[in-house]
């Protein structure tokens, strides 16, 4: 079983006297409405929070506290949203790429290495390294999950308050029975996107 994230990669980027190093992490790309996100995050080496994981692991409240924590310890940090209409102009490949692309781009320090969850990082102008399952790997991957998982879960909350028969409150644009009820019933929002089956089929 693994022990979680830690901060090894990082850590031996900062011994090498490259930093900072950014983690970058994006959410959302299975909704059938809402953006996507992402987040970037350079954390202190010298105050990291305690009680990290791939936020896919931790309950809402763990991830909120979490994230609270992270706010309050980390060097920088930035969140970017792409629209739905973006992702049905440029794919939601396209669309993840992109709002990870602007998320580094609005963090406070330009950061001298990135570390990207998956297998595929954005063109970025500093190093970058991908990697598969990294926001179980390293420390500032994970801390960026959870940024990014709880900012876009805070914004469906509250435009779920706006369209209340899609249940967005609780499904974060998720394909969940109510959603699908609603837009069989009622039709798509603004929200969603058109590009997504079973969308695009409608």
């Known amino acids: 079983m693994s022990a979680g994230p830690d901060f ?4 031996r980027l900062f011994r090498q006297g490259v930093w900072p190093v950014a983690g970058v992490d994006e959410v959302g790309r299975g909704p059938l409405a809402g953006p996507v ?3 970037a995050v350079i954390l ?4 990291l929070p305690r009680g990290l994981d791939d936020s896919k692991a931790l309950t809402q409240k763990e991830r909120e506290d979490a994230f609270e924590r992270i706010m309050k310890k980390a060097l920088a940090v930035s969140v970017s949203f792409v629209t739905p209409a973006e992702i049905d102009a440029m794919n939601i490949r396209q669309a993840s790429l992109a709002a990870m692309t602007r998320a580094i781009a609005g ?3 330009a950061p001298a290495y990135v570390l990207v969850d998956g297998s595929d990082p954005p063109r970025l102008s500093c190093p970058c390294r991908a990697i598969v399952k990294g926001d179980a790997a390293a420390l500032s ?5 959870i940024v990014a998982k709880v900012a876009r879960d805070a914004m469906m ?7 209340p028969p899609y249940g967005f409150e609780t499904n974060v644009g998720y394909a969940a029975p109510r959603h699908l009820d ?6 798509p929002t603004p929200l969603h996107r058109m590009s997504f089956s079973p969308l695009r089929e409608g």
């Open 44 to 47: 202190d080496p010298k105050r």
């Open 107 to 109: 963090l406070s320090r």
């Open 141 to 145: 991957i994970a801390a960026a999950s």
């Open 37 to 39: 996100a992402a987040a």
């Open 182 to 187: 609603a837009l069989r019933e009622i039709g």
């Open 8 to 11: 090894r990669i990082e850590g």
């Open 157 to 163: 909350r509250r435009l779920g308050a706006h369209f």
